[in-house]
């Protein structure tokens, strides 16, 4: 699979959302930032982007997809980082 | 008796397993090694089966657990996750209380 694949197909399902993707061939790490992930637990958000991805884990054309799912306030509470005004 | 069963039977008799590629002193894959190295570090007795060695539980769990990937933590026959959710769990602290209330 391609960056621009796995983009598109979790596009359509969180088309708000911010997709970013890192890795090659059968091993990928994708990062998911969308407000539909408000109130939804961890394991269900997986769920629906691994969802997308069932044929290609089942068939072993890809190895790895590590999703990272989190709400725009979660994404910029959890680095704890300020960005400082200059 | 049939693969599905099997599972069934593995996640009733034990309150802790994970399903996950080679064992805990010899992960054969990166997100396994995570995974089971969280549940180590709690201290609490668990199971486990080595997807590897098993390949006819590794084709059906995906379709019983309802997660396409391994490994696959069980607390109580109930899906917890895989390697990010079990890290992440354990370092927001509630990884333990559930542990413990399982085992207790």
Same mark, same amino acid.
């Given at each position: 699979m391609n960056e621009s694949e796995i983009i598109e197909r979790i596009s359509k399902l969180y088309p708000d959302a911010v997709v970013d993707v890192a890795g090659a061939d059968c091993s990928f790490e994708v990062y998911v930032i969308s407000d @539909?992930? @408000?109130?939804?637990n961890t394991l269900q958000r997986q769920k629906s982007i691994l969802a997308l991805f069932k044929n290609e884990i089942t068939s072993g054309k890809l190895h790895a997809l590590s999703v990272k799912a989190k709400t725009p306030q979660e994404q910029s509470a959890g680095s704890g980082l300020v960005q400082i005004q200059m | 008796m049939s693969t599905e069963d099997k599972i069934r039977k593995q996640l009733a008799e034990n309150p802790v397993i994970i399903y996950m590629k080679?064992? *805990? +002193?010899? *992960?054969?894959c990166g997100f396994s090694a995570k995974a089971v190295s969280v549940l180590k570090a709690t201290g609490i007795e668990f199971a486990y089966v080595n997807v590897l060695a098993s390949p006819f539980i590794m084709e059906k769990l995906p379709e019983v657990? +309802? /997660? !396409?990937? /391994? !490994?696959q933590v069980f607390i109580k026959g109930e899906i917890i996750g895989g390697s990010d959710i079990v890290e992440e769990m354990y370092n927001k602290g509630e990884l333990m209380p559930m542990l413990q209330a399982a085992t207790s």
């Open positions: @539909s992930f @408000s109130g939804v | 080679g064992t *805990p +002193d010899a *992960p054969s657990s +309802d /997660f !396409p990937t /391994f !490994p």
